[in-house]
T-cell receptor, first 113, second 115 residues
Framework: EAGVAQSPRYKIIEKRQSVAFWCNPISGHATLYWYQQILGQGPKLLIQFQNNGVVDDSQLPKDRFSAERLKGVDSTLKIQPAKLEDSAVYLC???????????FGQGTRLTVV | AQSVTQPDIHITVSEGASLELRCNYSYGATPYLFWYVQSPGQGLQLLLKYFSGDTLVQGIKGFEAEFKRSQSSFNLRKPSVHWSDAAEYFCAVGARGGGADGLTFGKGTHLIIQP
């Protein structure tokens, strides 16, 4: 079974630029999560999708972050404009039945300079 | 709101010695509880999880954890560590009941294995 795929693996951008991350969940997984992991901290949930609908985006900085999940499969997370404090690893996870069986991708490491 | 505390930022253990990583949580009811491991440059791998039933949970790689409701704890243990266990360990709590169920993670414990 293929795992959660994320791209790119690494990205370096200048502040005020925009960036997008892509996630392809495990086939058939209805739930998709995006987490932000700042160096030295645990992951923090940004947004949760159920199929193509948003379930929870309470911790998403909506003035600069946006996410979509078209057709309930792949998802993209965008930052525009980026700030220095957005430097982090962005993890995507998917599950069939809520958090009890969530699988994580390897993440995208973003460096904002 | 739920929260997770991992009191130990770093722990150093000799290879072959036993290990216990501490985790305390705050949640209104009985939560879902998880332990994940993260090696450098890698994603998170699930070690074990607790939903209900037996409070002693067995996981992969010889790890186990015990849920203690009275202490709001879910400590991770291993009787004999191997050098390959060196990594970052995260405890997490998840809400029950469907809907918004993303995990809340602790800050992690960095495990160092001494030869």
């Amino acid at each position: 079974e293929a795992g959660v795929a994320q791209s790119p693996r690494y990205k370096i951008i200048e502040k005020r630029q925009s960036v997008a991350f892509w996630c392809n969940p495990i086939s058939g997984h209805a739930t998709l999560y995006w987490y932000q992991q700042i160096l030295g901290q645990g992951p923090k949930l940004l947004i949760q999708f159920q199929n193509n609908g948003v379930v929870d985006d309470s911790q998403l900085p909506k003035d600069r972050f946006s996410a979509e999940r078209l057709k309930g499969v792949d998802s993209t997370l965008k930052i525009q404009p980026a700030k220095l404090e957005d430097s982090a690893v962005y993890l995507c996870a998917s599950s069939l039945t809520g958090p009890t069986e969530a699988f994580f991708g390897q993440g995208t490491r973003l460096t904002v300079v | 709101a739920q929260s997770v505390t991992q009191p130990d930022i770093h722990i150093t253990v000799s290879e072959g010695a036993s290990l216990e990583l501490r985790c305390n949580y705050s949640y209104g009811a009985t939560p879902y509880l998880f332990w994940y491991v993260q090696s450098p440059g890698q994603g998170l791998q699930l070690l074990l999880k607790y939903f209900s039933g037996d409070t002693l949970v067995q996981g992969i790689k010889g790890f186990e954890a015990e849920f203690k409701r009275s202490q709001s704890s879910f400590n991770l243990r291993k009787p004999s560590v191997h050098w390959s266990d060196a990594a970052e360990y995260f405890c997490a709590v998840g809400a029950r009941g469907g809907g918004a169920d993303g995990l809340t993670f602790g800050k992690g414990t960095h495990l160092i294995i001494q030869p």
